[in-house]
């Protein structure tokens, strides 16, 4: 949920800190703060202020930032509220210690207790200072206090340092963490460690870089090492990375190459991260697809799905976990591969998955879909269910994120980097994979005929060209949001696929614009929401050529009757529903099994438009993070 970045090395590390939260500020900008061990006296120095990075700055101007080595943390606050006490780095009791913490820990409460009691006053009402107490505690005041003898750990006693106080002040910890600890004796060094939040180690000369995730270290170098659940790094930068667990188990540390380019987490040109990542999909859509169609057979040819589809193929059900925007993505997912390989899905919200004592067997698949891959409540139904022996897949777009490393298997999405907090190309990205799971599945079950089939893996190859022509309709869009971009509530109806069309339209457009919205079927409009509808609600209707579209008009009609006005989402050449609506955005002719890659496009666009005519913050709406690595 926070942003962490930490430089050391030879470098000026206050630009290299705050180039890297101005990037990470996606996942949380309540406050920010860097922390830096001086030059001048040796001593460490903190910066910090509720609000922006940018807000950090002005608060910052002229004061003395020279140093080789920091940390920098902006904050998406759980645990108080934000202000400039609550914000990150913590510094321990004597000053000699400073801490950022991405994550939350449960037993926060029972510690602070304990601290208290040992004489420990707080500053704060995070639980991060906890933590940065209980590092300080085991150091001082005896490591062997905490080294309790029924937890088995091995320690080498005569090892007495700070490197070995995180450890075993870490097996008192419940809950998730991704740590940087910085101490001023030691000013060549770093230490940070993680459990269930996202931690990446970048490799350069005689330095290193340390960070949530990847954008701010790949201007940097190309190398590095993702920390794993309940390792702990020695971080020196003169000296190889040092990786142990937190029981003291020495681990070898894997170096990898970085895919991603720096252009690929910059504006190019836009205004905005969300207007440049929806003008994306086109790309996002092909790259997903790549490699993964036989040009001369059509064959479908999913690495990390092959290996387990003798199993799924036989399975009782499909059970797919996610939240929010993946969630939709879910829904769409049940609608193509009940409706084309005919096996039983059930989609649940990950967060409510475990707390409903879930029938789970060895007989059942369950698929995670998450964007970042780190996502908490995700990843905590994905435990739940490979404990009870089901098969585990994921479909995210973050390589060697958790959600990669915890399934058996699974697909990449290749979307890139989303930098918008609000889902766009991630959203289209992971349609377009459940597509292709639906298509194999059917063509290994034999429930779609050859010739149906054939024309499916067309359409779906079609489907980036039309978004790239649907993408014009831009400016006229545009237009149609100046209508409606006073208006307190909306209404989003579709029925069959475009159903969770109609949920995530109206996500959208609640995330940015803050506007009240609600999607339902289109039939059940008249069961309740119908009382909203007057003169003033705009009601948005995918009224797509398909199987319900008579019955869509129908729908349409009883709104017009009640004064609605509609803006409505109809096939190209549509003349019925146009006669009846306010506003028709046209979609090109299509399937309707790719009909939502399509008409979630006008709907993004609806969004962003009237939230930037309504002067909010597109890419960073209030209250909202990226990547939710809390429950």
Known sequence: MCGIVAYVGNRRAFPILIKGLQRLEYRGYDSAGVGLISEEDNNIVTYKQAGKVDDLLKYIGKKNIDSTIGIGHTRWATHGPPNRENSHPHSSSDGKYSLIHNGIIENYSSLKKALEEKGYVFKSDTDSEVLMYLIEDVYKNGLHAYNDENKDLKWNDYENTLYKAIRIALNEVIGAYAIVVMDQDNPNELYAARKGSPLVIGIGNDEYFVASDASPIIEYTDKVIYLEDNEVARINKTQKVEVKTITNERKLPYVQKLEQTLESIEKGGYDHFM????????????????????????????????????????????????????????????????????????????????????????????????????????????????????????????????????????????????????????????????????????????????????????????????????????????????????SSNFLYLGRGVNFPIALEGALKLKEISYIHAEGYPAAEMKHGPIALIDDEMPIVVIATRGDNYEKVVSNIQEVKARGGKLIAIVTKGDTEVKSIADYCIEIPKCFKEVAPLLTIIPLQLLSYHIALMRECNVDQPRNLAKSVTVE
């Open 275 to 486: 207007l440049k990542e929806i003008f994306e999909q086109p790309k996002s859509i092909i790259d997903t697809l790549r490699g993964r169609i036989n040009p001369k057979t059509n064959d479908i040819i999913l690495g990390g799905f092959k290996d387990h589809e003798s199993k799924i193929i036989k399975a009782d059900r499909i059970i797919i976990i996610a939240c929010g925007t993946s969630w939709h993505a879910g829904l769409i997912g049940e609608y193509l591969i009940e409706d084309l390989a005919r096996i039983n899905v059930e989609v649940e919200y990950a967060s409510e998955f475990r707390y409903k004592n879930p029938i789970i067997t060895k007989k059942d698949i369950v698929i995670a879909i998450s964007q970042s891959g780190e996502t908490a409540d995700t990843l905590a139904a994905l435990e739940l269910a490979k404990e009870k022996g089901a098969l585990t897949l994921g479909i995210c777009n973050v390589v060697g994120s958790s959600i990669t490393r915890t399934t058996s298997g699974g697909t990449y999405t290749h979307a890139g980097p989303e930098i918008g907090v609000a889902s766009t190309k991630a959203f289209t990205t992971q349609v377009t994979v459940l597509l292709l799971y639906a298509l194999r599945l059917s063509q290994l079950r034999k429930t779609v005929d050859r010739e149906n089939y054939d024309h499916l893996i067309k359409e779906l190859t079609l489907s980036p060209y039309r978004i790239k022509k649907l993408l014009e309709l831009n400016s006229e869009i545009e237009k149609i949001a100046e209508k409606f971009k006073d």
